[in-house]
T-cell receptor, first 112, second 115 residues
Framework: SQQGEEDPQALSIQEGENATMNCSYK?????LQWYRQNSGRGLVHLIL?????REKHSGRLRVTLDTSKKSSSLLITASRAADTASYFC????????????FGTGTRLQVTL | DADVTQTPRNRITKTGKRIMLECSQT?????MYWYRQDPGLGLRLIYY???????NKGEISDGYSVSRQAQAKFSLSLESAIPNQTALYFC??????????????FGPGTRLTVL
C-alpha cells in the first residue's frame, strides 16, 4: 500500500500564482523526496529533504517537513505553464533497505 | 543519450503470452528497480536489485519475474500476461554512494497493454 497520500489530487491555477501540494506518510523516514512526471513520461527528481531538516529550497521550489505530523509540503512559486505535470512525494523509510514508497500524486495544471 | 533506457516503449500483447521488458543504464549504478504505474495509484514497486544476481521482491511481485545478469541490465518478465497487468512500467536506478541518498533516476517507461 502507498506510504504517502497527497493532497489535493488535482490543482488548477493560473500562471504566476503559487502552487502548494501536501504529502502525508505513515512511518518513520530517512528522507522524503519530491518527483515530477510530465504526462506519460518518466519521473524526474526535484528535491530531497532529510528527516533532520525542516525546510529546503531549490530555485522556485520550497519543501517543508514536519516529522511530528508525518507530513511535507511542496510549494512552487510564480508558477509557469511548463510546471504543468504530476508531482509525487516518495519516502525512504527507516528499515526499508533504501526502497522508496511513492504517494498517489497531485496533478497540477497551470493555465495562461 | 538517455542514461536509463527501456525497450520496448509500447507493447500490445494477448492474454497468456510471455513478455519481457528490458532496462539498460549507463549511469554505473548498482541499484535497479522495476515499478508499475496505474492511474490514481502512483508507482508500486515490483522487484529491485542491489547488485548483479541480487533479486528482491517488492510490493506486487506476483505474476512477474526479473533477471539481473549484468550491472547495466535489469529485465522484467511477465510469464503469462493477463489484462490487469496493463499498465505503465518504469525502470529506475540509484546509487547512494554519489551522496544523493537514494535519489532515483527513471527510464522513459514502457506502456504495456494486455488484451
Amino acid at each position: 500500500s502507498q506510504q504517502g497520500e497527497e493532497d489535493p489530487q488535482a490543482l488548477s491555477i493560473q500562471e504566476g500564482e503559487n502552487a502548494t501540494m501536501n504529502c502525508s506518510y505513515k512511518t518513520s523516514i530517512n528522507n522524503l523526496q519530491w518527483y515530477r512526471q510530465n504526462s506519460g513520461r518518466g519521473l524526474v527528481h526535484l528535491i530531497l529533504i532529510r528527516s533532520n531538516e525542516r525546510e529546503k529550497h531549490s530555485g522556485r521550489l520550497r519543501v517543508t517537513l514536519d516529522t511530528s505530523k508525518k507530513s511535507s509540503s511542496l510549494l512552487i512559486t510564480a508558477s509557469r505553464a511548463a510546471d504543468t505535470a504530476s508531482y509525487f512525494c516518495a519516502t525512504d523509510g527507516t528499515g526499508t533497505a533504501s526502497k522508496l514508497t511513492f504517494g498517489t500524486g497531485t496533478r497540477l495544471q497551470v493555465t495562461l | 543519450d538517455a542514461d536509463v533506457t527501456q525497450t520496448p516503449r509500447n507493447r500490445i500483447t494477448k492474454t497468456g503470452k510471455r513478455i519481457m521488458l528490458e532496462c539498460s543504464q549507463t549511469k554505473g549504478h548498482d541499484r535497479m528497480y522495476w515499478y508499475r504505474q496505474d492511474p490514481g495509484l502512483g508507482l508500486r514497486l515490483i522487484y529491485y536489485s542491489f547488485d548483479v544476481k541480487d533479486i528482491n521482491k517488492g510490493e506486487i511481485s506476483d505474476g512477474y519475474s526479473v533477471s539481473r545478469q549484468a550491472q547495466a541490465k535489469f529485465s522484467l518478465s511477465l510469464e503469462s500476461a493477463i489484462p490487469n497487468q496493463t499498465a505503465l512500467y518504469f525502470c529506475a536506478t540509484s546509487d547512494p554512494r554519489t551522496g544523493a541518498v537514494n535519489e532515483q533516476f527513471f527510464g522513459p517507461g514502457t506502456r504495456l497493454t494486455v488484451l
